[in-house]
């Protein structure tokens, strides 16, 4: 039997469930999120096991990961195999022409990893290279159609991809099984396809503009001129190949061979300025993780160039100021404290984040009890803290791209990886001849003085594009251990700059509420992140009396769909692991 078929059978035929609705301020298990979870259940989305845990955002890239460990793989086995398929069947969110960020815990050794291999900056790109001389976004043009954007679409904003490497280095030095292996589960996803799921439809649809403009990604989203369906088969031929030469070559291929070139040569028709150096010089980084204790908690997360672990952390501090345990998760109370504790945050983020290795990042200070104790000082219980005494205001912009895993196994080793190729389907570009869409991570930049990016994030002259720059991030792969060091909790979610908040809720929602995991991961969540100034909660989320009384404080509420998809693990006092997998996506979790 193929892999692709022993995964179909281990998921079932996936990702169609409806929608109960009652009105429940509380979680989302009970409401409408549309066609994509039409007739699933709570228990679609909890699994528990002693033996292991994969949770990502879809059924085949969770069973791929499970697989591995059934075949006495260990957690980074699981990860990297999850890692590819996830390539293959979320286009939207990463793939091979991404990066990502990977926190692993070695339970043996009672130590955490971080590695980076985040998408950098080509070698030719610079601080103007979005802007004309009157600072406004250059024309650039592409089959005689204008790419009114090019931070976000085209050519030009592709940094260097790093997720290939950065997998196949980790795999090998701490993986157990063979990395032809470890890769089978993708090859035969990409190549004998997978049924679009209406999420997959939508985003298609939705970007269908710019996918259709460029070649490589009309071959493959499009059938006879549209864009492809829910239910219809997408079959990634190119990209089997190109899996099947990672299997074979390890990294090689992709940034010195012929993958390589055909990526070259597809940037070159578009202006863009990566080249074969800068694929052939790319360098994973380890990094030392940020860490510190909530309420006797150790917390452990992603250090800069991602801002996401440095303010989880700083508002974590912050949230220590008050017994949290005494307010309603849903009170006007609370939520008042907690977007005030959100904006001073992300004030910090615009003025502060930036790449460590390019700049100076006070992360010592942004991280210390005593710097979060001043600033909760300066939360007022009865109203506001306006955000334009902090800085200027933005346009607003936010993609549900990005996906994240998470892992245990079944010898206590966890992994939380973050992987994205930025904006949705990223760059909308697909390199000729290798199925592999390339990533606009060039917009996570500073790509324009005093604008934002596509997130609707503001942040200062220390993200400024420089050559061989690594651009800022939000993603938050997180852990948190017990005292005797073992790991309590792993969690992670996309969604832009809602990745850092929505992991924090899930974070107070189970030390602070005492919510199961379920109920933690499924609660409804709100979304401060200072510019622009507006207090975002998801549908449903308050009710009257609480949307009155957040007004009456001076809060501007917006209400939006969602806020992240996290996939999460927890291990009890028994030893039991427990995945959840959000409603708020198409994933699920699964065991060996």
């Known amino acids: 039997?193929?892999?692709?078929?022993?995964?179909?059978?281990?998921?079932?035929?996936?990702?169609?469930?409806?929608?109960?609705?009652?009105?429940?301020?509380?979680?989302?298990?009970?409401?409408?999120?549309?066609?994509?979870?039409?007739?699933?259940?709570?228990?679609?989305?909890?699994?528990?096991?002693?033996?292991?845990?994969?949770?990502?955002?879809?059924?085949?890239?969770?069973?791929?990961?499970?697989?591995?460990?059934s075949r006495g793989g260990n957690a980074i086995d699981a990860a990297v195999a999850t890692s590819f398929v996830i390539s293959v069947v979320r286009p939207q969110s990463t793939g091979l022409g991404g990066g990502g960020f990977m926190l692993y815990h070695d339970q043996a050794r009672k130590r955490q990893r971080i590695f980076d291999f985040r998408e950098r900056a080509p070698m030719k790109a610079n601080a103007t290279m979005f802007i004309n001389d009157r600072g406004?976004?250059?024309?650039?043009?592409?089959?005689?159609?204008?790419?009114?954007?090019?931070?976000?679409?085209?050519?030009?904003?592709v940094?260097?991809?790093?997720?290939?490497?950065?997998?196949?280095?980790?795999?090998?030095?701490l993986g157990k099984l063979k990395l032809n292996e470890v890769i089978a589960p993708a090859i035969d996803a990409a190549s004998k396809g997978f049924p679009v799921y209406p999420s997959l439809a939508k985003e298609i649809k939705e970007r269908e503009q710019w996918l259709q403009l460029?070649?490589?990604?009309?071959?493959?989203?499009?059938?006879?001129?549209?864009?492809?369906?829910?239910?219809?088969?997408?079959?990634q031929s190119d990209l089997a190949e190109t899996l099947k030469l990672i299997a074979a070559t390890g990294y090689r291929d992709f940034y010195e061979?012929?993958?390589?070139?055909?990526?070259?040569?597809?940037?070159?028709?578009?202006?863009?300025v990566l080249d074969t150096t800068d694929l052939r010089s790319y360098r994973m980084i380890e990094r030392v993780p940020v860490s510190s204790y909530y309420r006797g908690h150790r917390v452990v997360s992603m250090p800069p160039p991602s801002s996401g672990g440095v303010h989880i952390i700083e508002m974590l501090n912050m949230l220590e100021q008050k017994d949290l345990s005494k307010l309603h998760p849903r009170g006007a109370t609370y939520l008042h404290y907690l977007a005030e504790v959100m904006r001073r945050a992300f004030a910090d983020r615009a003025k502060e984040m930036g790449d460590p290795d390019f700049v100076d990042i006070p992360t010592h200070r942004l991280t210390s009890k005593a710097y979060a104790k001043n600033l909760a000082a300066s939360i007022d219980p009865q109203k506001v803290?306006?955000?334009?005494?902090?800085?200027?205001?933005?346009?607003?912009?936010?993609?549900?791209?990005?996906?994240?895993?998470?892992?245990?196994?079944?010898?206590?080793?966890?992994?939380?990886?973050?992987?994205?190729?930025?904006?949705?389907?990223?760059?909308?570009?697909?390199?000729?001849?290798?199925?592999?869409?390339?990533?606009?991570?060039?917009?996570?930049?500073t790509t324009k003085p005093g604008g934002s990016n596509a997130f609707g994030?503001?942040?200062?002259?220390?993200?400024?594009?420089?050559?061989?720059?690594?651009?800022?991030?939000?993603?938050s792969p997180t852990m948190i251990l017990d005292k005797k060091g073992q790991v309590e909790l792993v969690a992670g979610s996309p969604g832009g700059p809602r990745i850092i908040n929505a992991v924090l809720q899930t974070i107070t929602n189970v030390i602070d509420f005492k919510m199961s995991l379920l109920d933690a991961v499924h609660a409804t969540r709100i979304h401060h992140q200072w510019m622009p100034d507006t207090l975002r909660y998801e549908n449903n989320a308050l009710d009257d009396d609480t949307k009155k009384r957040l007004t009456a404080i001076g809060h501007a509420l917006t209400p939006i769909e969602t806020v992240g998809d996290v996939q999460a693990i927890s291990r009890d006092s028994s030893g039991m692991i427990h995945g959840v997998s959000d409603i708020r996506s198409d994933g699920k979790p699964a065991t060996p």
């Open 159 to 173: 940094a260097v991809p790093g997720l290939v490497k950065g997998l196949v280095e980790i795999h090998r030095e």
């Open 214 to 235: 460029y070649p490589g990604s009309r071959q493959i989203f499009f059938k006879d001129g549209k864009p492809l369906e829910a239910g219809q088969k997408l079959v």
């Open 1 to 69: 039997m193929s892999w692709f078929r022993f995964l179909i059978q281990l998921c079932g035929l996936l990702l169609v469930t409806t929608c109960t609705t009652t009105t429940d301020s509380q979680s989302l298990l009970s409401r409408s999120f549309g066609p994509a979870q039409q007739g699933r259940r709570a228990s679609d989305y909890h699994a528990e096991s002693d033996r292991g845990m994969v949770v990502a955002a879809h059924p085949l890239a969770s069973a791929a990961g499970a697989a591995m460990l």
């Open 457 to 475: 994030l503001v942040t200062g002259p220390k993200n400024d594009i420089a050559p061989g720059k690594t651009p800022l991030s939000s993603m």
């Open 385 to 445: 803290t306006p955000s334009s005494t902090m800085g200027l205001s933005a346009p607003t912009g936010e993609s549900p791209s990005t996906s994240h895993i998470s892992v245990m196994d079944q010898w206590g080793n966890a992994v939380a990886t973050t992987q994205t190729v930025n904006y949705s389907f990223g760059s909308c570009v697909v390199a000729v001849g290798t199925g592999v869409v390339l990533n606009d991570e060039m917009d996570d930049f």
């Open 257 to 272: 061979g012929e993958t390589s070139k055909k990526i070259v040569s597809e940037i070159k028709k578009g202006g863009g």
């Open 136 to 157: 406004d976004y250059k024309n650039v043009f592409f089959n005689g159609q204008q790419v009114k954007d090019p931070a976000i679409v085209g050519h030009l904003s």
